[in-house]
């Protein structure tokens, strides 16, 4: 299961996030990011009845979204996550031992890192995937820097990342980008203007898929 969703996550490209939305905004503004062509969200477990909204988003959405716990920092949150019915697991920073719990219970958790150091725990460790965080102050160059050692590894920059630059750390070798605010207004979503959420994070989307057909080739 952990390894068809990390592919799930590589073919979708985006993932977007969510953190502190009104309980009451959060369906609809699921079903718009949908229409825009995102296939993967996370809703933070720093927000208020976190793991109740988790819960009702899994059970409510298709099949083919996935559904994730983001700012998890320990094992009695992943516990809690899984038991919610979250698809996938990431955290800010890297604790070998609750990517290790997460492995045990079968979830995919990807951690935080942002050292060459931190990667390589991060791997032994077992996380099939690894979120670059914070990406926006590194900058694709980094990424692409860290590529070189590190071939193949499944990077999610995150933290800072814009529509503007996301295209430029696929090209960099990103298997998909994290965005939250810088992704869907927030007052896009208070005045309940889905069709704006819609369409940005439709072009957002393209250009990422676009990005990624250049870096193929």
Not at 183 to 212: H, K
Request: aromatic letters at 6%.
């Amino acid at each position: 299961m952990s390894l068809d969703v990390i592919q799930r996550l590589r073919d979708g490209g985006v993932i977007a996030i969510f953190r502190r939305v009104d309980p009451d905004r959060i369906r609809p503004l699921i079903d718009a990011v949908v229409a825009g062509g995102v296939r993967a969200v996370e809703l933070t477990v720093d927000s208020e009845g976190a793991f109740e909204t988790i819960r009702a988003v899994r059970e409510s959405a298709g099949p083919e979204l996935l559904v994730g716990a983001g700012t998890v920092m320990t094992s009695e949150q992943v516990a809690r996550a899984i038991e919610a019915g979250a698809d996938f697991l990431l955290s800010p920073h890297l604790d070998a031992s609750v990517v290790s719990y997460a492995r045990q219970h079968k979830r995919a958790f990807i951690p935080g890192v942002t050292t060459p150091t931190e990667v390589v725990q991060a791997l032994r460790a077992g996380a099939p995937m690894l979120k670059l965080f914070p990406a926006g102050p590194l900058g694709p160059g980094y990424l692409k820097d860290l590529l070189g050692p590190f071939r193949g590894v499944a990077f999610v920059p995150t933290g800072g990342i814009t529509p503007e630059t996301a295209p430029d750390y696929i090209r960099a070798g990103a298997a998909a980008v994290g965005m939250g605010s810088a992704l869907v207004n927030p007052a896009d979503v208070a005045a309940g203007r889905w069709d704006a959420v819609t369409a940005r994070v439709r072009a957002l989307v393209q250009a990422v898929q676009a990005a990624r057909a250049e870096a193929r080739g």
